[in-house]
């Protein structure tokens, strides 16, 4: 009984010195931690695209077909129609981000890693893609075809 | 918290087999027992290399016009990257410097005698590994001192008679220090001399663990005149948790140094621009370097240069060979190996201040 009673004071006291070493090691390993953390993360990239690019020359695309332009830093799609009309979109497919291309022969706009497709609209119509590619605007400035990103309204 | 996992392993893989001779282990506990501790360092410091190393591939980018750029890189835009190559530098002279005063503290204690041979063996080439780690390392961020140190060192590998030339020719991936010595050493650096570290540590670790620590002579005749004397202490918990605190400790200088004293990236190497004033190789080399600076050009028929690559290759090697020179009986120590250990020791600290003062 006694020494029970005389143990108690001890105990306190070893807990006592348990929390601030064992709280103090954690302190330290968490000092270690956080700069490797923050080293991961990869510092940004700077954009350099704009909101403008010139995707093509005048003639440089045949009637029915595509091309893939920079834009920024991520592919686009630039389609010149039978009719003469061009039209740009994102050409990442909304399903896994693979890079999508015009079939002159479907006229649509297919994505050869599942197989999805899109209208000329952008609109998905079949396969898994869940969103509609986003449509760029498309003007002539001289012999230049320059697509900028729609305003947003 | 873990006992219930701890339980479930142990049903199925029998823990207390595994951990069984780390419980039996006891190191010896005598007024020279800190001597012990160095080999853990080095360890330890090993272990900060490999991470740090990592670390550093994933922004690091080898190649004669994307090395410097990338270290740059790594130096100013990536958050903290500045200390994790500075810790990485730092650690690697700790390391060497470590790495020494455990070579040197076997020797005195005499640690390295039968049975443990081949725990020597395997201790000395971990040294020349490391130093090979060290002079790859020293050129990956290709700025002019690494350009002009590595052109040196693989140089004085070329003085070799017969082999030199085309071992020089394969360290630098053709006749001159290029992109293409950079790849090679890249590869050395981060996959050949790793691969080959971890089983050598492998082996020292085992034959350390094996063959317990080595008693001193002095002492284990003075604990055979007065068996009482004798003192030992658990390997587990009790010499681990010391272990422990000096690599705290080891955790705390290394942060220090790295935070308070950031390693430089220097200018970017151009093989066309002349090697600057007062250049010199890292300080575990200056010995050596030292030493081929003071033998003439030519020393009656032969070349000063090839004479004193032969002369450290030699000596090198019957560095590797000590134990198997000296009695294994403790009585019957040879005093002239341990003359030679103080000699070596004193030349080396010698040579390498007077490498560091001289013009």
Redesign the interface.
Same mark, same amino acid.
Not at chain 2, 77 to 81: A, D, K, P
């Given at each position: 009984m006694t020494a029970d009673l005389l143990s108690q004071p001890e105990t306190t006291r070893r807990r006592v010195i348990e929390f601030f070493l064992g709280g103090g090691l954690l302190a330290s390993f968490a000092s270690f931690i956080y700069p490797v953390l923050r080293y991961l993360v990869p510092p940004a990239v700077v954009d350099l695209g704009g909101d403008e690019i010139v995707a093509a020359k005048l003639n440089e695309l045949k009637p029915n077909s595509g091309k893939i332009f920079r834009f920024g830093s991520r592919p686009g799609l630039l389609i010149l129609n039978s009719d003469g009309t061009y039209r740009a979109l994102s050409a990442t497919c909304t399903h896994l981000g693979c890079t999508v291309q015009y079939r002159p022969d479907l006229r649509e706009i297919w994505c050869a890693c599942h197989n999805g497709t899109y209208d000329l609209n952008g609109r998905n119509v079949s396969g898994p893609p869940p969103r509609p590619l986003t449509v760029f605007d498309v003007h002539q400035r001289g012999d230049e075809i320059v697509v900028s990103r729609k305003r947003e309204a | 918290m873990f006992a219930p996992l701890i339980r479930w392993l142990d049903e199925r893989i029998h823990l207390d087999d595994l951990i069984a001779p780390f419980k039996h282990k006891t190191v010896p506990r005598h007024r020279l027992s800190y001597w012990y501790f160095f080999g853990g360092i080095t360890f330890f410091l090993f272990i900060i290399q490999v991470l740090t190393g990592i !670390?550093l591939l !994933?922004?690091y980018r080898p190649g004669a016009n994307e090395a410097f750029e990338s270290v740059q890189y790594i130096m100013t835009?990536?958050?903290? +990257?500045w !200390?994790?190559r500075s810790i990485h530098a730092w650690s690697a002279n700790l390391m060497i410097f470590t790495a020494f005063v455990h070579m040197f503290s076997v020797l005195f204690l005499k640690a390295y005698r039968k049975p443990r041979e081949l725990t020597w063996v395997t201790g000395v080439i971990l040294l020349v590994l490391v130093m090979g780690f060290g002079f790859s390392g020293y050129l990956l961020p290709w700025n002019t001192l690494a350009f002009f140190a590595t052109k040196v060192g693989t140089e004085i590998a070329g003085q070799v008679p017969i082999i030199g030339r085309p071992m020089m020719i394969f360290l630098r991936g053709g006749e001159e220090v290029t992109g293409a010595t950079l790849s090679r050493f890249f590869g050395f650096h981060v996959a050949v001399l790793p691969g080959l570290a971890v089983v050598l540590i492998a082996i020292h670790l085992f034959l350390v663990q094996r063959q317990g620590m080595s008693v001193p002579p002095k002492v284990e005749a003075e604990w055979i005149a007065n068996p009482s004397a004798r003192r030992e202490m658990k390997f587990f918990p009790n010499f681990l948790l010391r272990e422990m605190m000096a690599w705290y400790v080891a955790?705390g200088v290394l +942060?220090a140094l790295a935070a308070i004293f950031p390693w430089n990236l220097g200018v970017k190497a151009d093989p066309f621009v002349s090697a600057p004033a007062g250049i010199k190789p890292e300080w575990y080399f200056l010995f050596m370097f030292q030493t081929l600076k003071m033998i003439p050009s030519k020393v009656w028929i032969v070349d000063g240069e090839v004479l004193g690559v032969l002369g450290c290759s030699l000596a090198g090697l019957l560095w590797l060979l000590l134990p198997f020179f000296e009695s294994d009986k403790a009585s019957r120590a040879k005093v002239w190996i341990t003359g030679l250990s103080i000699f070596a020791l004193v030349y080396v600290i010698g040579m390498s201040v007077y490498g560091y003062v001289a013009k």
């Open positions: - | !670390l !994933l922004y835009r990536v958050q903290f +990257g !200390l994790i955790m +942060g």
